[in-house]
């Protein structure tokens, strides 16, 4: 929660990011074409997001990223599993260099978890790991909720149930997180982009703690389109997903991070975020120390033996 609020801190302050969106063709081109660089672009027509495809057996593994971010973020982990893997790296639209397309306008987590279970289907995955960072993990906790039978194991990463509890009031609602929604989505689209380059990269610092990692995720907010950034963060302020939990079926593990703010221990962070994920049946929780709120790039050899455990 300490990240998620760093981000709304950031967005109040008039951030956006830039609209330097990239043309999707290249996308298209790469699934024509087949295999490029190790690997391809999944044959699925989607205005919501597309994916990267990389290897050919093993156990299908679903990355979601989170706001802004590029699937990159994920390849200290595909570096780290062990065994032969089916990776499905999603790349949202909208973010990190992709064109909004469908993203455009309104919701963008709900779609695109709807966009997901299409996708599995289609595709033919049975029992999928979906692994989503973030607001990644909103849209994984959306699809296992939503659509149990298409999720084998679920795995969240440093995410809750309703980012309206990040702003310190016990008694938010979606109704009363509202205005403070609208604010932050507002200052979000109508910020330039030189507000916007300030901003983001002294949010990333404060979610990377390793500094040599944090370029790339700086770039990917800017490259990111401010409409689609600005409608996703409302969507998550204002969705409550803990009346959904007692749906999921799915084997789930919360793997988050310690708070660092002033008097909170570890043993607190943990009543927390067992306390947000009350009424998911079965869940365990990893706490992950030493690390900001990218935990695969800050602890790349503790997350990934975390996620090659629950994996096997």
């Known amino acids: 929660m300490r990240a998620l609020l760093l981000t709304a801190v950031a967005c109040l302050s008039l951030t956006a990011p ?40 093993g156990p299908n593994v679903i990355l979601i990223p989170g706001l802004t971010s590029h699937p990159d973020v994920w390849q200290p982990l595909v570096d780290r599993l062990e065994g032969p ?22 919701l963008v987590s709900a779609p695109v ?29 959306m699809l296992a909720a939503r659509h149990p039978d298409l999720v084998g194991k679920l795995m969240v990463v440093d995410q809750i149930p309703f980012m309206g509890q990040a702003f310190g009031n016990p008694n938010a609602t979606p109704e009363n997180m509202k205005p403070m929604a609208d604010m932050i989505r507002d200052g979000m689209v109508n910020a330039t982009p030189e507000v916007w380059a300030q901003q983001s990269a002294a949010s990333i610092t404060q979610m990377i703690r390793t500094e040599s990692l944090r370029e790339g995720p700086i770039r990917h907010g800017a490259t990111s389109d401010r409409t689609v950034a600005g409608n996703a963060m409302h969507e998550l302020i204002v969705t409550d997903l803990r009346p959904e939990l007692k749906n999921i079926t799915a084997p789930t593990e919360v793997v988050y991070v310690t708070f660092a703010w002033p008097g909170m221990t570890p043993e607190m962070t943990d009543q927390i975020y067992r306390g947000a994920y009350t009424g998911l049946n079965g869940a365990t929780f990893r706490r992950v120390d030493e690390s900001a709120h990218f935990i695969m ?6 997350f990934a033996a975390e996620v090659n455990a629950f994996i096997d």
């Open 18 to 57: 830039a609209v330097l969106a990239q043309e999707h063709g290249h996308h298209a081109a790469a699934a024509e074409h087949g295999a490029h660089e190790g690997h391809r672009h999944a044959d699925f027509a989607s205005g919501r997001f597309h994916v990267r495809v990389e290897g050919t057996e």
């Open 85 to 106: 893997h089916r990776l499905h790296l999603v790349h949202v639209q909208g973010f990190a260099g992709a064109a909004p397309m469908d993203n455009a306008t309104g």
């Open 113 to 141: 978890a709807e966009d997901l279970a299409r996708y599995i289907r289609e595709q033919g995955i049975e029992d999928p790991i979906v692994i989503g960072h973030s607001m990644g993990g909103t849209i994984a906790l």
């Open 297 to 302: 790039l800050d602890q790349p050899d503790v």
